[in-house]
């Protein structure tokens, strides 16, 4: 199995930007369509925003026009830059392939906070 290691998180005020990574050993990151997702307290994981090995992206309504995704296939990385961040946002971040595969196990997650 493969462990995603999400990376980047913090604390940051409202209006304020954040970058995200995601990483992956191996070789099969650069194969899969990925996603990033994220979960608040007492509320399920929701995808946020997807993108193809080739590079299409989706987005969810939320955070169109605010967040980008990314990624390196060459680095096994993915990216996603949060632009001007709401107390909303506040979450724990994951990433993961779409669909869900039992070869890649679900990281810690990296916890964003935005304060008002």
């Known amino acids: 199995q493969v462990q995603l290691v999400e990376s980047g998180g913090g604390l940051v005020q409202a209006g304020g930007s954040l970058r995200v990574s995601c990483t992956a050993p191996?070789?099969?990151?650069?194969?899969?369509?990925m996603g990033w997702f994220r979960r608040t307290p007492g509320k399920q994981r929701n995808l946020i925003a997807s993108?193809?090995?080739?590079?299409?992206?989706n987005y969810r309504d939320s955070v169109k026009g605010r967040f980008t995704i990314s990624r390196d296939n060459a680095k096994n990385t993915m990216y996603l830059q949060m632009n001007s961040l709401s107390p909303a946002d506040t979450a724990v971040y994951y990433c993961?392939?779409?669909?869900?595969?039992?070869?890649?196990?679900w990281g810690q997650g990296t916890q964003v906070t935005v304060s008002s």
């Open positions: 993961n392939s779409i669909p869900l595969t039992d070869e890649i196990v």
């Open positions: 191996g070789s099969i990151f650069s194969t899969l369509t």
């Open positions: 993108i193809t090995r080739g590079g299409t992206t």
